[in-house]
């Protein structure tokens, strides 16, 4: 595990250090309180990286199209 805060992890710094700490758990080899210790960062993990996929959808944006189909602008996509 990184010594790296969750909450100053970027997106993929917090995947990938997820994708350790499921590795670790699936093999079974960690003791009892360690993999206490890991499911709780996993969950921190997990939680940083759906809030930058949130973050990155509310910055998606559609192109708007004027009468005659010439872009002219853009705005939020809804539903994301």
């Known amino acids: 595990m990184s ?7 970027s ?9 350790q700490v499921v590795g670790q758990l699936e093999r079974g080899d960690v003791a009892l309180d360690d993999s206490i210790k890991l499911y709780e960062r996993g969950a921190e993990l997990k939680a940083r990286c759906e809030a930058k ?10 192109i708007t199209l004027d009468g005659s ?10 539903g994301l």
């Open 3 to 9: 010594d790296t805060p969750v909450s100053e992890m």
């Open 11 to 19: 997106f993929e710094q917090a995947m990938a250090e997820l994708e």
């Open 53 to 62: 996929l949130k973050e990155a959808e509310e910055k998606v944006a559609a």
């Open 69 to 78: 189909g010439a872009p002219s602008g853009l705005k939020p996509v809804e």
